[in-house]
């Protein structure tokens, strides 16, 4: 089981960023995907998921700025996150599992939010 993300970068406040996260090696359309982030000297903290019947959930400070999709043709979970702030600043993680456990973790992308 792999999971890669891609899509970090460095943007201006108020900026987007669109994050995908490509998985291999599971059904990927029976999978619970989420988003997570951590920031320096920070937990890791919940940021959205998206289960499989397309049910979608985000964390307070997502949303209305982030949305969670995926296209189980392409094995992919996207992460579009609008009106950055620099609070946004953190390691991205991708994660997915069959049931609330988190079963697979991607490696991380960073995403950097200037003032």
């Known amino acids: 089981v792999r999971l890669v993300e891609s899509g970090g970068g460095l943007v201006q406040a108020g900026g987007s960023l669109r994050l995908s996260c490509a998985a291999s090696g599971l059904t990927f359309s029976m999978l619970r995907m989420h988003w997570f982030r951590q920031a320096p000297g920070k937990e890791r903290e919940f940021v959205a998921s998206?289960?499989?019947?397309?049910?979608?959930y985000y964390a307070d400070s997502a949303k209305g700025r982030f949305t969670i999709s995926r296209d189980n043709a392409k094995n992919t979970v996207y992460l579009q996150m609008n009106s950055l702030k620099p609070e946004d600043t953190a390691v991205y993680f991708c994660?997915?599992?069959?049931?609330?456990?988190?079963?697979?973790w991607g490696q991380g992308t960073q995403v950097t939010v200037s003032s």
């Open positions: 998206i289960w499989s019947d397309i049910s979608t």
């Open positions: 994660a997915g599992g069959v049931s609330a456990r988190v079963d697979y």
